[in-house]
């Protein structure tokens, strides 16, 4: 089955949003702690990884821009839960 390359964002409930950044937020965590190992500068340094074949950098960056992403959704939840 191919999908098509305009697909309309459903609309998503706040709990969905915030089991999605709960998920996401897991899987970055994962991935970072992946790198920190494989990583020379330590564990409490920056991950400076440079490799353009690891699938886990990819991972780990492929997180955190979807969360990046999130965020406007998630900050307009907080300015409505007054």
Not at 20 to 49: I, T
């Amino acid at each position: 089955m191919r999908r098509s390359a305009h697909r309309s964002a459903p609309a998503r409930s706040p709990q969905g949003l915030l089991r999605e950044a709960d998920q996401l937020e897991v899987r970055h965590a994962a991935a970072h702690a992946l790198c920190a190992r494989c990583h020379s500068g330590g564990a409490l340094g920056p991950v400076l990884c440079e490799n353009a074949e690891c699938a886990v950098l990819f991972a780990r960056l492929g997180t955190q821009t979807r969360l990046a992403a999130l965020l406007p959704s998630l900050q307009r939840m907080v300015v409505y839960s007054w």
